[in-house]
T-cell receptor, first 113, second 113 residues
Framework: SQQGEEDPQALSIQEGENATMNCSYK?????LQWYRQNSGRGLVHLIL?????REKHSGRLRVTLDTSKKSSSLLITASRAADTASYFC?????????????FGQGTTLQVKP | SQTIHQWPATLVQPVGSPLSLECTVE??????LYWYRQAAGRGLQLLFY??????ISSEVPQNLSASRPQDRQFILSSKKLLLSDSGFYLC????????????FGPGTRLLVL
């Protein structure tokens, strides 16, 4: 079953603007990961944020995690046309050692040049 | 460094024909391995995962099966394909025992006609 739910489903912005995507989940987690997928390609890992972390940065990416609200956000600053892709959050749930990730449905981002 | 391979990249098969998709990982040992399916415009659905040779867990009942004949080889199979088996199949690996990043292969696009 899908746990992460991204919002919005689709986002269209102009180059240079910031893009914010949100993810909500239902159960307790070890960590939450964000991935990018270009059309027809595999998933590329962006950031992993652990349950005891509140914010993490990587270049133009900023991820926040609020475990009390069971939500996360991905901010892409100064967007570029090359950022056009689908973005997925995935949760690593507490318990077990299988390392399974539960993915959301994704947000499709279009950055117009 | 670690790499993950999938083949074939694209496959067109008639309904009722058999299927064999292969995934191999290089540069690591004892990985956890995963098979996902992605329908067009949707998130990823976990199909199978494996924590060791010969150990397969199924997440979704269907006419697909998986096998792990070697430590770094994961195979997805079907004896008779259905139209509903069409989709994008992604293999992934992860270090065993840790809550770390999951790395994805380039995927196989399967079209069943």
């Amino acid at each position: 079953s899908q746990q992460g739910e991204e919002d919005p489903q689709a986002l269209s912005i102009q180059e240079g603007e910031n893009a914010t995507m949100n993810c909500s989940y239902k159960t307790s987690i070890n960590n939450l990961q964000w991935y990018r997928q270009n059309s027809g390609r595999g998933l590329v890992h962006l950031i992993l944020i652990r349950s005891n972390e509140r914010e993490k940065h990587s270049g133009r990416l900023r991820v926040t995690l609020d475990t009390s609200k069971k939500s996360s956000s991905l901010l892409i600053t100064a967007s570029r046309a090359a950022d056009t892709a689908s973005y997925f959050c995935a949760t690593d749930n507490l318990g077990g050692n299988t390392g399974k990730l539960i993915f959301g449905q994704g947000t499709t981002l279009q950055v117009k040049p | 460094s670690q790499t993950i391979h999938q083949w074939p990249a694209t496959l067109v098969q008639p309904v009722g024909s058999p299927l064999s998709l292969e995934c191999t990982v290089e540069g690591t040992s004892n990985p956890n391995l995963y098979w996902y399916r992605q329908a067009a415009g949707r998130g990823l659905q976990l199909l199978f995962y494996s924590v060791g040779i010969g150990q397969i867990s199924s997440e979704v009942p269907q006419n697909l099966s998986a096998s792990r004949p070697q430590d770094r080889q994961f195979i997805l199979s079907s004896k008779k394909l259905l139209l509903s088996d069409s989709g994008f199949y992604l293999c992934a690996w992860r270090k065993r025992g840790g809550w770390e990043t999951q790395y994805f292969g380039p995927g196989t696009r399967l079209l069943v006609l």
